[in-house]
């Protein structure tokens, strides 16, 4: 019928494959022929059942989101779907690969639904700040139930064919090739004859839902969407599914759908959905990844761990090195005690356990890091060391082998002209924990060969990593970035805000914990240790570690916390510091509102990702924003931070900088050339970027 769509009769059973690469999207060039392919065979007295499959590794993987926010091309899915209903024959949907989205809303418009045992579905719209708008949260609830519909909806977390089988949503699990037994499956259900019920009169699961456990449920998980508008109305949505007729419930989707996709939220979340896969994207496709089957991992420590560990999770056999005998027995040790509180928690299996073990290989001999393809120095922070280290790497490491630092913040140009392969040196930056956080800031050096660039791009998808490429400077993207943010915050104490009220600020602007939650949770002394390298003062965060306040881990930061516990309270002791500081210094405190503390934070983050993108540290604005929300926090649904000044207003941002630099007494606020044309195009455009 078309490139996009074809029909073969197999002896009576119609195969409609959609063919769309590379994930089969429901683009209008599938529709439209799928339509009329249905319509057709709807009519075909030599078709007595009817099965749609998908060529490729996947069957439909969703909608095509480039289409959102613009007019509908006829025929949409919606309709699609109520013309699969209505046909009298037997439906049956293939499903292998992934069925999600729009792809799960299609087979849920079919009889019956059969998957190979490597399947996944789901419905992951909330993810991009919209709901299903096919009828997914008013059909889905027919098969499995309400409160399982609204767990699927609300996470969007797609589940495997075999629990798809157990909840009702599949018919039939098969191994092998799954199309013949699709078929073998659609030829039986016409034998044994109709009617053929659609799924939307099947409300059997819907009579006996407990409305009140449904709404406990639902505001469980509305307490943690931390303000995003999506799950709240995938939870109505669901309910409506179980109150309302199924057409009223069909249109009150449709209507909650339409309002989302609009919202700034949607546009958010769907510029973070491209922002990932165009941070993946190097220039030079052409290029020649090296092998890497073996990863080695220098430091056992908190850092080092984690990072062999999250090499041992993607299945590379790791080499973790240490200095001492003890040093090393003690980082296996921690390793093996994070996957037994994995199986603890049923997020693994014991033999899955077992496994990963298995891949670790401890050595203090840097000889063993021989066979290596890439190896990772997760040492202490200080360039003597690094240097050091990498010295003994330029003698041992194969010719080909790729050495990166997880520096924070040093300088990788003087790391890679201290040995005699610079090409081969880059930056992995790995946020805390490693094994757990998605951000990999990988940092190219100025002679990072383009195949070793590649190669960890590479590497960093098949660990499950979100990659972003930047530049070398003090703090790469991230942290120069927080530095801007956090020279704010004491000032804001001394001023007269609390800690308090500076984490309630972030945390109702979105973040999940305030810059001061986050410092007692990553260890105080952390940022000490770097400004006394570079000479820098920070009052108040210095005085609690010179008393040895250190955060959580020493049980007192700039909150206390109590017999082990998590979460901190105020410390009067701190309030006291505080105010004995700003008196010595002569500022009289004064009552400071939510809005100055975000305005005095975030609009110099904004200023200096503005300053980065002008010296060419990152290559998009869009880099920016993927950085700051997998590796800092920052609100999804407010896009990142770039994304987020473009909805404030770039001119708005140097207005409120500049009375605040009138306010405190700063120096006048000179805004650079980018933020600027920010200010009169609406565009972050750079030469670099276009």
């Not at 004859?193 to 505001?219: I, K, N, W, Y």
């Not at 920016?624 to 649904?637: E, K, Q, S």
Request: proline share 5%.
């Amino acid at each position: 019928m078309s490139s996009s769509v074809s029909v073969v009769n197999e002896g009576g059973v119609a195969i409609v494959t959609i063919d769309n690469p590379p994930v089969n999207a429901l683009s209008f060039h599938v529709r439209e022929p799928l339509m009329q392919a249905l319509v057709a065979l709807r009519d075909d007295a030599s078709v007595a059942a009817i099965v749609i499959a998908c060529a490729g590794r996947t069957f439909v993987a969703g909608a095509d989101i480039t289409e959102f926010g613009k007019p509908m091309q006829q025929p949409e899915l919606r309709a699609i779907v109520a013309a699969l209903e209505v046909i009298a024959k037997p439906t049956v949907a293939a499903i292998h690969g992934t069925a999600l989205g729009g792809g799960l809303e299609l087979v849920l418009g079919c009889h019956f639904r059969v998957a190979d045992q490597g399947a996944k579905l789901g419905l992951p719209e909330v993810k991009l700040g919209i709901l299903p708008g096919g009828g997914g949260t008013v059909r889905l609830p027919r098969l499995v139930g309400a409160v399982k519909a609204l767990k699927m909806i609300v996470s969007g977390t797609p589940i495997g064919a075999s629990a798809a089988h157990g909840a009702g949503l599949v018919d039939a699990v098969f191994e092998g090739d799954l199309t013949p037994h699709a078929v073998n499956f659609a030829r039986e259900m016409a034998r044994k004859g109709g009617p053929f019920t659609p799924v939307r009169d099947r409300d059997e699961l819907l009579r006996g839902t407990d409305l009140a456990s449904f709404d406990a449920e639902a505001a469980d998980l509305a307490g943690k969407a931390r303000g995003l508008e999506a799950p709240i109305a995938c939870a109505q949505a669901v309910r409506n599914a179980v109150t309302l007729p199924f057409d009223e419930a069909l249109a009150a989707e449709r209507a909650l759908f339409v309002k989302l996709v609009a919202s700034d939220q949607s546009r958010a979340q769907r510029h973070l959905f491209f922002a990932e896969r165009e941070a993946a994207k190097l220039p030079g496709k052409d290029v020649v990844k090296r092998r890497v089957a073996r990863v080695g991992v220098i430091g056992a420590g908190t850092m080092g761990g984690g990072i062999a560990m999250a090499f041992a999770n993607g299945g590379f056999p790791v080499t973790l090195l240490e200095t001492s005998h003890e040093a090393l027995q003690r980082g296996l040790a921690t390793i093996e005690k994070n996957y037994a509180v994995s199986v603890t928690r049923g997020s693994l299996s014991e033999d899955a356990k077992r496994q990963r073990l298995a891949q670790f290989k401890g050595s203090t001999d840097y000889a063993d890091l021989a066979d290596c393809d890439l190896v990772v120095e997760a040492a202490f922070e200080d360039m003597a060391v690094k240097k050091e280290i990498f010295g003994k790497l330029d003698a041992v490491a194969r010719p080909d082998a790729i050495l990166a630092t997880n520096t924070s913040y040093l300088d990788i140009d003087e790391i890679a002209a201290s040995i005699s392969r610079p090409q081969d040196v880059l930056g992995l930056h790995f946020f805390s924990p490693a094994n757990v956080m998605k951000l990999l800031e990988i940092v190219r050096a100025e002679k990072t060969a383009p195949d070793a660039l590649a190669t960890v791009v590479d590497l960093a998808h098949r660990i499950g990593k979100v990659a972003v490429v930047v530049g070398v400077c003090h703090g790469f993207v991230g942290n120069r970035m927080l530095a801007a943010r956090g020279s704010e915050s004491e000032a804001l104490l001394l001023e007269g805000a609390t800690p308090r009220q500076i984490d309630e600020a972030f945390t109702d602007f979105g973040w999940p914990m305030g810059p001061f939650q986050m410092g007692d949770l990553a260890g105080l002394d952390i940022g000490w240790r770097n400004r006394k390298a570079r000479g820098l003062t920070a009052v108040i965060a210095d005085t609690l570690c010179e008393q040895g306040r250190f955060g959580q881990k020493t049980g007192r930061g700039f909150y206390l916390y109590e017999a082990g516990a998590r979460a901190g309270v105020p410390d009067p002791e701190v309030e006291a510091l505080i105010r004995d500081k700003a008196a010595q210094m002569g500022i009289v405190p004064r009552t400071i509102g939510a809005e100055e503390i975000i305005e005095r934070t975030l609009y110099p983050l904004v200023n200096e990702g503005a300053k980065i993108l002008e010296e060419r540290i990152a290559a998009r604005a869009s880099d920016i924003d993927v950085v700051w929300v997998n590796g800092y926090g920052f609100p999804v649904g407010k896009g990142g931070p770039m994304f987020w000044a473009g909805l404030e207003g770039a001119a708005r941002i140097i207005e409120r900088l500049e009375h605040w630099y009138r306010q405190t007494g700063k120096d006048v606020f000179q805004p650079g050339p980018l933020l600027r044309r920010m200010a009169e195009t609406g565009s972050w455009a750079t030469d670099a970027t276009g």
